[in-house]
């Protein structure tokens, strides 16, 4: 995936999803299904100032697949691609568009923020902030509409951050959200395969008896380290659980390891329900 944020060209694009300039429907879709390339969402929002910083489509192990799979484009403002060169910014605004031509997904257009101290893509989880357009009887004016429609909440979206920012959590507190978000990822979200991948556990133990939830609070970098807020605590989880870390077992049976969210449709799920167990936290705090 991209990460350095810089505008891409379309070509640039191309190289590193393909499937987002697919001409044509994967041969499983029916004469119903209505396929636009989402490179025709890209020049619309291009119009509308709305530049592309990010491409990443999906791995397929089905050869037909290819070239039709699950994509994620992310866009920022021209204002915000200025103001982030001059180095004034630390959480972006922008937008997360998904979409395939396999059906497997419809176009999603969602809220996304983009927390420069770790190059750490979030994705907002509120309905409010997220719309999808189906591949029936739409066209890329909806999904433009859409796009627009999402972009004009940047702004709550922003005092959002800042109102995380302001609620400082006590070590329970920060123990419950870690809690509540390893349930997301092994319980409610489904366990995302975590077994397999993780031959340096002991062999057959349950899940949530390798993996803590305090693990999940251990920062990856200084500047997070002493912070207690809900946004900061929110992200330390969300990235751990998202990239991915491994902690010490013990001195002679080595390391634990939790592989990284790789799949498009479980990080976006993922993240969308880390951040409305954040909001609820920010809503409890608030009684």
Known sequence: ????????????????????????????????????????????????????????????????????????????????????????????????????NDGTSSYNMTAGIYRLVCSNGLVVGSTRYSVKVKHIGNSPRDVLNASMQIAQESGNVIKQVDRFKGINLEPAERQILAEGAMDIRFNNGGDLDADKDNAEAEAGAPVKTRFKAADLL?????????AKDLWTTYNVIQENLIKGSRWQLSTNKGYKKMRAVNGIGQDLKLNKALWSLTEKMAELKKQ
């Open 218 to 226: 251990i920062p990856r970098r200084k500047v997070d380290a002493d």
């Open 1 to 100: 995936m991209n990460g350095s944020r810089n505008v891409m060209t379309l070509d640039a694009v191309r190289e590193v999803a393909p499937s987002v300039f697919a001409a044509d429907k994967h041969e499983s879709r029916s004469d119903k299904y209505e396929r636009f390339p989402t490179v025709d969402i890209i020049n619309l929002l291009g119009k509308e100032r709305w530049l592309p910083v990010s491409a990443h489509e999906q791995n397929v192990r089905d050869d037909s697949r290819q070239g039709f799979q699950q994509h994620v484009i992310k866009f920022w403002h021209e204002k915000t691609v200025a103001t982030y060169a001059g180095g004034s910014l630390k959480d972006i605004f922008e937008l997360v568009l998904s979409n395939s």
